[in-house]
């Protein structure tokens, strides 16, 4: 949807007498509820949305105050290139900002404070970490840019390790800011890895250049906005409402959603469905099973499999059809899926944020995600301005995760999932060069909340195309599958715009609506694109011909710039 075909489509033909039943409150589930009210033209009191918390937003959450601490389970990173989710964004007003939608609050807050990243890897406690020029081996780059040719129906259930040499995933400069940026280990997905390659490729890793953040957390920010903006309009929401199945027949070629059994406080429930009734389902969630812990208690995984919210719902569904995907592809080891964060409230000790500040050239909000290349937790960190509408200015917070739970910190010698919260605050001030006297101190004046997430990065298992369902699978015809765990083709999985993407997706085919979808952008078709990623490769502030000669690969490199030349279609 470029410009020309962001039209005001007539409404579908019987769009008035259908219903939707929206299962999921995070993103995905919100978005739907815009794109068929605001797009679709459906009257918004015949839209429920069902959600198992008490709030809405998902893993967009945010929550707390300066007495017990403000709290995040995580954050994502956004990119301009979010189309999907900055169309929903220029729709919604503000709630902290008068006058302004989302769009244009985060627009403005972006401009005062850019990201740019100047102290990207940290290694030696507080040392700038450079591992030279060249951010990665000859070896590495030919298999990368080989890797960009590579159709992904041929790296079905490979993983990165399979594709990369060992070096790449212990010496490479690349590696490291590349895996923190994204939340990539080597036995994570290929497939999507290599999406993550292509769809920011302009994105310089080693500074986080053209990273966005939200003027304040994503709940206050976005999920928030968007709750407000749909109940004012008149849809319903279901909080509290536990959906244990959704029932489905085939008959004559078509997939029908014929039933919907729910609990509540007032016991279980049974809804029966029509053709009319459009379910909109996101059948997993980064967040399910969170655990919690604080300043002086241990978080643990949650591994119970019998209980798993919509991932059960999922199991269920897919155990009576194949077309509804392989939830165990994603689920089964949580060893591989599952990593804990950590947030962080300061108050009266400004000691480490002026250290960082004066040792990075970063202020707060500007230098993005810090990776501590030798901590044996692979710890990761951000330092944030005023992230909570009511935040004092002298209170300070932090948020970051580490990506291994099974090695003992060098200052806490204790594996991560047996840490407190204080504890784990105080493995990081140790990387980041702080002392014993002041790690005490600026322990004592903070408030520390940590969650244990099985599924967090479950998405990235190595998996088949097939392993996740379409948005819309083929036959159904009131049936739709949102979110992270629906195949949205060509899109990253781990983001805020999969799941807006996928929710327009099923809002408009589900309903009729006669609207071009938004195109997804393909930058590494762009040849200033392919010659920044080139340069990044190579260690290279220009490129010439001789360059090109002696870079590993070169056939390679002809025939990618033979397939980006070969994109432009004739009309």
Not at 379 to 398: I, W
Request: proline content about 5%; overall charge negative; some cysteine.
């Amino acid at each position: 949807m470029r410009n020309y075909a962001r039209i005001s489509a007539p409404p579908p033909e019987g769009i008035e007498r259908k219903r939707a039943h929206i299962v999921g409150g995070g993103i995905a589930g919100l978005a739907a509820a815009v794109f068929l009210v605001d797009d679709a033209h459906m009257p918004a009191d015949r839209i429920t949305l069902y959600e198992a918390l008490d709030v809405t937003g998902g893993a967009l959450d945010g929550a707390g105050d300066q007495q017990t601490g403000y709290t995040a389970r995580g954050d994502r990173e956004q990119h301009e290139s979010m189309e999907c989710l900055w169309y929903l964004c220029g729709k919604i007003p503000s709630l902290e900002s008068p006058g302004m939608t989302i769009l244009d609050e985060t627009y403005e807050s972006n401009v005062q404070e850019p990201i740019n990243a100047k102290f990207r890897l940290m290694a030696n406690r507080g040392e700038r970490y450079s591992a030279g020029a060249e951010l990665m081996s000859d070896e590495d780059r030919r298999r990368m840019i080989k890797l960009w040719l590579t159709p992904e129906e041929k790296l079905e259930n490979q993983t990165l390790a399979d594709w990369f040499t060992p070096d790449f995933f212990s010496k490479s400069a690349f590696w490291y800011v590349w895996s923190s940026m994204y939340a990539f280990w080597p036995d994570h997905a290929l497939i999507e890895g290599r999406r993550y390659l292509l769809r920011y490729s302009e994105i310089n890793p080693a500074n986080l250049h053209g990273i966005l953040h939200y003027k304040y957390n994503q709940y206050d920010s976005v999920a928030k906005p968007i709750h407000v903006w749909l109940e004012r309009h008149g849809v319903r929401f279901r909080t509290g409402t536990i959906v244990t199945d959704i029932e489905t027949a085939d008959k004559d070629g078509e997939t029908l959603a014929t039933g919907l059994k729910f609990r509540d406080a007032d016991g279980e429930h049974r809804l029966r469905l029509t053709r009319d009734d459009l379910v909109f389902f996101t059948n997993g969630s980064l967040v399910q099973n969170s655990t919690h812990g604080d300043t002086n208690t241990v978080t643990k995984f949650d591994r119970n499999a019998a209980d798993r919210g919509c991932f059960t719902v999922w199991e269920k569904m897919a155990a009576r059809s194949p077309k509804f995907g392989k939830p165990e592809v994603f689920l089964s080891n949580v060893d591989r899926s599952g990593w804990i964060s950590y947030y962080v409230t300061i108050k009266g000790d400004a000691t480490f944020f002026d250290y960082m500040e004066a040792k990075t050239g970063n202020a707060p909000n500007t230098g993005g995600l810090t990776a501590i290349v030798d901590s044996p937790w692979r710890l990761n960190f951000a330092l944030f301005s005023k992230t909570f509408p009511d935040q004092p200015d002298a209170v300070q917070t932090l948020q970051g995760y580490a990506q291994i739970m099974t090695e003992p910190g060098s200052y806490i010698k204790k594996l991560m999932p047996e840490c407190t919260g204080a504890e784990i605050f105080a493995e990081l001030l140790y990387h980041c060069g702080l002392d014993d006297d002041q790690i005490k101190s600026i322990v004592s004046h903070s408030i520390v909340h940590t969650y244990a997430m099985p599924y967090i990065v479950a998405e990235f298992m190595p998996r088949r195309v097939s392993d996740r369902p379409k948005v819309i699978p083929d036959g159904c015809v009131n049936l739709a599958f949102l979110g992270q765990f629906a195949e949205v083709p060509g899109e990253v999985v781990f983001t805020t715009e999969c799941s807006v993407r996928s929710a327009m997706m099923a809002a408009y085919g589900l309903s009729g609506l006669s609207k071009p979808m938004i195109p997804l952008p393909e930058s590494y078709f762009d040849v200033r694109v392919l010659a920044l990623n080139l340069k990044i490769m190579g260690g290279k502030e220009e490129l010439t011909p001789e360059d090109l000669r002696a870079l590993p690969a070169s056939e390679e490199i002809v025939s990618l710039i033979s397939q980006v030349l070969n994109s432009a279609k004739l009309p």
